[in-house]
């Protein structure tokens, strides 16, 4: 994996530890409810109730701009996994995964795996449950966002910026990978 996509094996096993615990957790919502829950939040009101005193009269018109975007981007989500489903023969109501709609041992939302999956087992379909397509996954997804061979400190921030859009995360995915690479274990 690493020759082929230039991305090292503690980057991948560091996605994977922090994803999903080495794979031992792959998230136990249903994640067309998940989704389908998001999708239908289209309007500030419906969600108006659970958000208290925290919204104030200047945030209003940004955060009906958001709830309209976060539906949109969950809606396409939903039909990914539909379309997902319908390709490996499951129900989609049985796709387990994060509160989020993350799915796999990878953490792809539905519509990554047809972007970004591969099928490295070579059983036509691609299954981030399955951990050889989910660790070539992980390495396709960082290579498309930037990784390479002779890549720089920032420039593999990036790519992990944009596995997941969190400065905290990115810096525990490199610092795991620097100890995993190294070979120190935590005294803890």
Known sequence: VSASYCVPAEIIVSILLVETRLGSNTGRSIV??????????????????????????????????????KADWAYNELKALLNYAGEKGVDPLGIRGSIYGAIGLCQFMPSNVFSYGVDADNDGRVDPFVTIDAIHSIANYLNKHGWSCNINREDKRKAVFAYNNSTIYVNTILAVADKIRSGKRSQK
């Open 32 to 69: 067309f409810n998940r989704l389908a829950s998001m999708a239908s939040c289209t309007d500030l009101d419906k969600i108006r109730p659970y958000l208290g005193h925290t919204l104030t009269a200047a945030d209003e018109d940004y955060a009906r701009t958001i709830c309209r975007q």
